[in-house]
């Protein structure tokens, strides 16, 4: 079933707090209606704030990149899932994704994350890969479609090489959007809302460009907007 072009907006709540989230929520209402919480706002309230979203019909992208033990894990993934979220996020690695897909339960869904956008092949070096950022992404996509991920974060400029591998069960979630005219900040490989859907992106994650925003809901309607004409042009 083709996912409605609001539904594959999610709004990165990158706040310090809970009352600037609540604040943002309801500065876009009804125009966005699926959200991120990740590392800043989850350590400051942002888990319980989680089960109110998903409580007011919204839903939740919880970005927690979990990578230990199998085990743990595991126990971390049952907790996650009691909250109601949508995605949940963990390290692309074989040992990691197989405990998270074992243990999610219920609706939530896993998505294993594959490159940071930060990253580039001078930091892949530096970190002891010896491999390239696409090599390493597309290894990391096969193994997680063998252990039954759900999805895949990835960034844009990898997307359509991702599909591919993944095949059209395995939702992609591409980080790294920037509308045209707005800073990439500290993210290296970036792509419009429109280029990215067209790369066979299903979900993307906007958070600057909309949460710095003077006018936060016009910016997150023109995105959809964006999205919605790039999904006719594919039907």
């Given at each position: 079933?083709?996912?409605?072009?609001?539904?594959?907006?999610?709004?990165?709540?990158?706040?310090?707090?809970?009352?600037?989230?609540?604040?943002l929520?309801?500065?876009?209402?009804?125009?966005?209606?699926?959200?991120?919480?990740?590392?800043?706002?989850?350590y400051?309230?942002?888990l319980?704030?989680?089960?109110?979203?998903?409580?007011?019909?919204?839903q939740?992208?919880?970005?927690?990149?979990?990578?230990?033990?199998?085990?743990?894990?595991?126990?971390?993934?049952?907790?996650?899932?009691a909250?109601?979220?949508?995605?949940?996020?963990v390290?692309?690695?074989?040992?990691?994704?197989?405990?998270?897909?074992?243990?999610?339960?219920?609706?939530?869904?896993?998505?294993?994350?594959?490159?940071?956008?930060?990253?580039?092949?001078?930091?892949?070096k530096?970190?002891?890969?010896?491999?390239?950022?696409?090599?390493?992404?597309?290894?990391?996509?096969?193994?997680?479609?063998?252990?039954?991920?759900d999805?895949?974060?990835?960034?844009?400029?990898e997307?359509?090489?991702?599909?591919?591998?993944?095949?059209?069960?395995?939702?992609?979630?591409?980080?790294?959007?920037?509308?045209t005219?707005?800073?990439?900040g500290?993210?290296?490989r970036?792509?419009?809302?429109?280029?990215?859907?067209?790369?066979?992106?299903?979900?993307?994650?906007v958070?600057?460009?909309?949460?710095a925003?003077?006018?936060p809901?016009?910016?997150?309607?023109?995105?959809?907007?964006?999205?919605a004409?790039?999904?006719?042009?594919?039907?």
């Amino acid at each position: 079933m083709p996912i409605a072009p609001r539904e594959r907006l999610i709004v990165a709540l990158d706040l310090s707090s809970v009352e600037a989230a609540e604040a943002l929520v309801v500065r876009l209402g009804d125009a966005v209606s699926f959200y991120k919480i990740g590392y800043q706002i989850a350590y400051a309230g942002g888990l319980s704030y989680a089960q109110k979203l998903t409580g007011a019909g919204k839903q939740v992208f919880l970005d927690l990149k979990l990578h230990d033990i199998g085990n743990t894990v595991a126990q971390g993934v049952k907790s996650v899932a009691a909250l109601g979220v949508t995605f949940l996020t963990v390290h692309a690695y074989p040992q990691t994704m197989q405990a998270a897909v074992e243990a999610r339960g219920g609706a939530l869904r896993i998505l294993g994350v594959t490159v940071l956008t930060s990253y580039d092949e001078n930091d892949l070096k530096a970190a002891g890969y010896e491999t390239s950022v696409e090599a390493l992404v597309a290894r990391r996509a096969e193994q997680a479609r063998a252990l039954g991920v759900d999805g895949l974060v990835c960034s844009p400029e990898e997307a359509a090489n991702v599909r591919a591998i993944a095949g059209a069960g395995m939702a992609l979630v591409t980080p790294g959007i920037r509308p045209t005219g707005a800073e990439a900040g500290d993210q290296k490989r970036i792509m419009t809302p429109a280029a990215a859907i067209a790369a066979g992106a299903d979900y993307l994650v906007v958070g600057r460009p909309i949460v710095a925003a003077s006018d936060p809901r016009a910016a997150a309607e023109a995105i959809v907007a964006e999205i919605a004409q790039q999904a006719r042009k594919e039907t």
